[in-house]
């Protein structure tokens, strides 16, 4: 509701407006009852031409100013939906890109689609409440006024009959709350399973699990259909009260009301005009059932955003939930100061301490253990890390995602031309040549008919596994970062291009803190320092051909078998390969 609240009070000027017209509207429409009520008895009884020639003109005019404000009304509350809409695709977007690379290991990615696709929506449409919502309430009141001044018991009647109207569909909503609530969660992970089956299908086919994977899908769109069938149930329930009870209302209204022109208490002209505002009063009741439907929906849609927004910094060691329009974490108060210039890493867990400068290698047996050491040196978890003896959860976000950045080797490749993936539109073509070079991609940009203009599909489906992984590291090295975080930068290529990569990226980051987590030893191979990551502690350190010789574990690791003579091997890696 704080959320829903922020959207309204985000455009105080334009649903006020909406609310005014909404009012005008609704009150006008118990306007026409007046009207013919003043025809039949002035012109009609009385037989007179002239009055009944007024009156039907009033009647007319009053239909045009309607239809104005109807339509003002109308095109208002759209305004309002418009910028509800917006303005909340424009918070999850800044959000988003601000958790960046910790999003996906927080929140599934089918949660952010159907967040993005449909909760924007439901959660926007809550404010029409704004505008025809409030109308319905003072138009309640001011027929409820008027059948006073003809007949109280009427009046009784109406100011009665519309509570019960509420109090008859209020447990139908508190069910339709709960049952949107679980079909919204299942709808989300089942958008995020069929997308993980999708991005993997090629690798289901191989391993001939992809009729699992189907079959468990179907299973889990079964249950989503009968999550479905509940809710839409419920729904119908809900449907059907709205246009029966108001019905039912009306018939015991209009029946008393003919009893009391039979009896003479009110008069023929009297009797049409009851019927008129009872039957004008269905449209606010509608509008007040469709209402508590929409804020039902809108609710359960507002909390699946606030959820996602509250996955926040204080997941990576930021403040906390922050709501928006709150202070923004570069700036927020506290923030520990960032060490000014080069500064050693250390990560308590492992026992691992990068040293500024220089090239360190970290060879892991487990790849859960060398992903969970690069989420922590990049302040993707809360942790003990330091940087340069400052806590690094201590120090401003924003601060921390400029200056050190983890690379994977399989991070996200957006649409775009080449050059827009590595840089943007306004690259420097020098800068962008050097870091393709040290990726050597090369020959991927020579390969391409318009070279760095040419566009390249969402996830880089145009090009193969190894372009992909040599784009990825090119557009890393591209941002010369002055922390730069490598998780196995080159499994995807070859040994003679991973050889290249190796030596170039040592000259390209010399006099710069560079960490490469792998298991090459051509890449270890170039490392200043290599440290071997064993049951999730440090075990040795050292050079790549010390460790090769007192340690065998880390022997084990990283040797590979290779019978071509011409490979290129780097200073100090003899004996690496058998």
């Not at 829903?4 to 006008?28: A, F, I, K, N």
Request: aromatic fraction near 6%.
């Amino acid at each position: 509701m704080r959320y829903l609240w922020w959207l309204v009070r985000c455009q105080p000027g334009r649903v006020l407006r909406g609310s005014l017209l909404g009012t005008v509207w609704m009150v006008g429409l118990s306007a026409r009852p007046y009207l013919i009520y003043r025809a039949v008895d002035d012109g009609l009884r009385a037989h007179d031409t002239r009055a009944l020639a007024l009156w039907v003109a009033a009647i007319v005019v009053a239909g045009v100013a309607l239809s104005f404000v109807g339509t003002m009304r109308h095109r208002t509350m759209t305004f309002i939906r418009e910028d509800a809409k917006a303005r909340s695709a424009e918070v999850l977007l800044r959000h988003l890109s601000r958790i960046g690379a910790a999003l996906p290991r927080r929140v599934a990615s089918g949660e952010v689609a159907t967040v993005g696709g449909s909760d924007i929506n439901w959660a926007a449409d809550v404010l029409t409440l704004t505008g025809p919502g409030v109308g319905a309430v003072v138009a309640y009141g001011v027929i409820a006024v008027v059948l006073w001044s003809i007949s109280p018991t009427l009046a009784l009647c109406v100011l009665v009959g519309v509570p019960v109207v509420g109090l008859v569909v209020g447990p139908l909503l508190r069910r339709l709350e709960r049952a949107e609530s679980v079909y919204r969660g299942q709808q989300g992970a089942l958008t995020a399973r069929s997308g993980d089956i999708v991005a993997g299908l090629r690798v289901l086919a191989g391993v001939g699990g992809r009729d699992l994977f189907a079959r468990r899908y179907a299973a889990r769109s079964q249950d989503l259909r009968a999550e479905g069938y509940r809710v839409g149930a419920v729904n119908s329930w809900i449907d059907a009260a709205t246009v029966a009870i108001p019905g039912l209302f009306l018939a015991a209204v209009v029946w008393l009301t003919a009893r009391m022109a039979v009896s003479g208490d009110v008069t023929v002209g009297e009797l049409v005009a009851v019927y008129g505002y009872v039957a004008t009063l269905i449209v606010p009741v509608w509008f007040l059932m469709e209402g508590s439907y929409q804020l039902i929906r809108g609710r359960v849609a507002a909390r699946r955003i606030a959820d996602l927004l509250s996955v926040s910094t204080d997941d990576v060691g930021g403040p906390g939930r922050r709501w928006p329009g709150s202070v923004p974490d570069a700036r927020r108060p506290g923030a520990l100061t960032a060490p000014t210039g080069p500064a050693d890493l250390h990560d308590p867990v492992t026992g691992l301490t990068v040293r500024a400068g220089r090239l360190t290698g970290v060879a892991a047996d487990d790849p859960a253990a060398a992903v969970a050491l690069a989420d922590r040196l990049g302040r993707y978890v809360v942790s003990g890390t330091t940087w340069g003896g400052v806590p690094l959860t201590g120090v401003a976000l924003d601060e921390v995602r400029e200056r050190i950045l983890v690379a994977d080797h399989d991070s996200y490749l957006f649409a775009g031309t080449l050059r827009d993936i590595l840089h943007g539109a306004h690259a420097d073509d020098d800068r962008i040549g050097a870091a393709l070079r040290v990726a050597s991609a090369e020959d991927v940009v020579d390969a391409l008919p318009a070279r760095l203009d040419t566009p390249i599909d969402a996830r880089g489906r145009t090009l193969s596994g190894g372009q992909r992984q040599r784009v990825r590291l090119a557009r890393a090295l591209h941002t010369e970062p002055e922390v730069l975080i490598l998780v196995d930068p080159t499994s995807a290529v070859d040994a003679h291009t991973e050889a290249r990569i190796a030596e170039r990226l040592r000259a390209a980051r010399a006099g710069r803190t560079t960490v490469v987590i792998t298991t090459s030893p051509l890449l270890l191979g170039r490392a200043d320092l290599v440290a071997h990551l064993s049951a999730g502690r440090i075990t040795a350190t050292g050079s790549h051909a010390d460790l090769l010789d007192q340690d065998a574990d880390y022997r084990h690791l990283v040797a590979r078998d290779s019978e071509d003579p011409d490979l290129e091997q780097p200073a100090g890696t003899e004996g690496a390969y058998r």
